[in-house]
């Protein structure tokens, strides 16, 4: 398998645009989680689905970011209008299932950066 | 709230034993996951403990105890490879929602 893939893996953009973040899972994988990474406040869990339902969005920091599952081979991370503190590394992660044991697979990421 | 702690960098020399600690806080406890992130990379899983005692994966070993609300990743014989940073996570239900610690940057030198 190719594994989570990612895409764009940069993204530079300005303030005030739409920006959005693609991902496709490992194929099987019924759980898929996005993360964002910064150097403040390390790696954290912004939504995940399962069976491609948004299980838990607390993670979510605002009404400016938005997430979908249309169905199991794709999910998007919409980011409108982005801002400078949005600059993070927002990773996609897919599982098996929706258990506390099982293995997340990462994808390579994508660098964002807000000017 | 839930929380896990662990050391922001250690540094160890190549060939060595390095322990990695975490601490926990949670309402609930469904075991303990740790990571690997290499500079510029995405993290990797390398181990998971549900009950007490040592998980051993080559030259990783994972340790718990949740009566002490406590885990740590030992790394043996350390090879330069092995310079990254290191996550504990946890969860507080039986699901796939994982808590990340801030993370270790381990240094390995020659």
């Known amino acids: 398998d190719a594994g989570v893939i990612q895409s764009p893996r940069h993204e530079v953009t300005e303030m005030g645009q739409e920006v959005t973040l693609r991902c496709k899972p490992i194929s099987g994988h019924n759980s898929l989680f996005w993360y964002r990474q910064t150097m403040m406040r390390g790696l954290e869990l912004l939504i995940y689905f399962n069976n491609n339902v948004p299980i838990d969005d607390s993670g979510m920091p605002e009404d400016r970011f938005s997430a979908k599952m249309p169905n199991a081979s794709f999910s998007t991370l919409k980011i409108q209008p982005s801002e400078p503190r949005d600059s993070a590394v927002y990773f996609c992660?897919?599982?098996?299932?929706?258990?506390?044991?099982?293995?997340?697979?990462f994808g390579p990421g994508t660098r964002l950066l807000v000017l | 709230g839930q929380s896990l702690e662990q050391p922001s960098e250690v540094t160890a020399v190549e060939g060595a034993i390095v322990q990695i600690n975490c601490t926990y806080q949670t309402s609930g406890f469904y075991g303990l996951s740790w990571y690997q992130q290499h500079d510029g990379g995405a993290p990797t899983f390398l181990s998971y403990n549900a009950l007490d005692g040592l998980e051993e994966t080559g030259r990783f070993s994972s340790f718990l105890s949740r009566s002490d609300s406590y885990g740590y990743l030992l790394l043996q014989e350390l090879q330069m490879k092995d310079s990254a940073s290191y996550f504990c996570?946890?969860?507080?239900?039986?699901?796939?929602?994982?808590?990340f610690g801030q993370g270790t940057t381990l240094q390995v030198k020659p």
């Open positions: 996570a946890g969860g507080s239900s039986n699901t796939g929602k994982l808590i």
């Open positions: 992660a897919s599982s098996l299932q929706d258990t506390a044991q099982e293995t997340q697979y």
